[in-house]
């Protein structure tokens, strides 16, 4: 008596088995990829972008006297967060006009601070003197202040932060 094979020797088991390992993949791949995904994509994010801070009323400010804001902020770079603080110096000056300068020194990054005595910035790090308008006068630092975009919407003060 001879046994009838199927031609092409896919025998039923063999497709059962076939389909089965099929649909298991499909099923997997449902389940798993949205686990990776959600595991790699804050790799793949940009840093935050840049944004406006609002620092408070124009009207708090005293012509010609420095004002000091601070503030903190979280960055995240991929899965990384970092609270990173900022100092701004809010200067009026006769016009009506704002001077806004970050308060780190243009030398080697540190704070610098607004001396009354000296009537001007002074970093105490290597003696640098900066005057009212930004301008380096004695010391090691290279440049002037470095200064903030800024607006006044409503009386208020804002800076942009990248
Ligand atoms: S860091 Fe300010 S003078 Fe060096």
Known sequence: MTQHRPKNNLT??????????FL???ISAFITLPGISYLISPGLKKSDTAFWMPLGPV???????????????????????????????????????????????????????????LDHFFCACHGGHFAKDGAVLAGPPPR???????????????????
């Open 144 to 162: 002037p202040l470095d200064r903030y975009e800024h607006k006044v919407e409503d009386g208020i003060i804002s800076v942009h932060i990248v």
């Open 59 to 117: 009207d708090d400010l005293v012509e010609g006297i420095p004002k000091l804001y601070t503030f903190t902020k979280t960055k995240r770079i991929g899965w990384e967060a970092t609270g990173i603080s900022y100092g701004v110096y809010v200067i009026q000056k006769p016009s009506g006009e704002l001077d806004v300068f970050s308060n780190v020194c243009t030398h080697l990054s540190c704070r610098y601070t607004f001396r009354e005595d």
């Open 24 to 26: 298991g993949s499909v």
């Open 12 to 21: 039923r088991r063999g497709f059962v088995t076939a389909v089965v390992g």
